[in-house]
Nanobody, 116 residues
Framework: VQLVESGGGLVQPGGSLRLSCAAS????????MFWYRQAPGKERELVAGIIAAGGSTNYADSMKGRFTISRDNAKKTVFLQMNSLKPEDTAVYYC??????????WGQGTQVTVSS
């Protein structure tokens, strides 16, 4: 099982980034997918989620209207489009695949830094 995040980097406040998470080794289309983030000294928090079929999404309140999660089941990839980025969005962003409590996988994370 692999979840490989990419697309992180340094961006100025107000800028945009698009994160990708490429999955392999499990039936991606059956898994709900999530993005979490963890800032230095803080607990990991949920950013956004999308169900296996791709129709329903949910977001943390502070990300609503700025972030968009999507998935391409044919490409086994989940995306996080982040707009209007703020310094407080600086964190390591993790991809999470979840089927049930037994089948719950994490990527290695990608750093997002929002700074001028």
């Amino acid at each position: 099982v692999q979840l490989v995040e990419s697309g992180g980097g340094l961006v100025q406040p107000g800028g945009s980034l698009r994160l990708s998470c490429a999955a392999s080794g499990f039936p991606f289309s059956r898994y709900d997918m999530f993005w979490y983030r963890q800032a230095p000294g803080k607990e990991r928090e949920l950013v956004a989620g999308i169900i296996a079929a791709g129709g329903s999404t949910n977001y943390a309140d502070s990300m609503k209207g700025r972030f968009t999660i999507s998935r391409d089941n044919a490409k086994k990839t989940v995306f996080l489009q982040m707009n209007s980025l703020k310094p407080e969005d600086t964190a390591v962003y993790y991809c999470n695949a979840r089927y049930d409590i037994r089948y719950n996988y994490w990527g290695q994370g990608t750093q997002v830094t929002v700074s001028s």
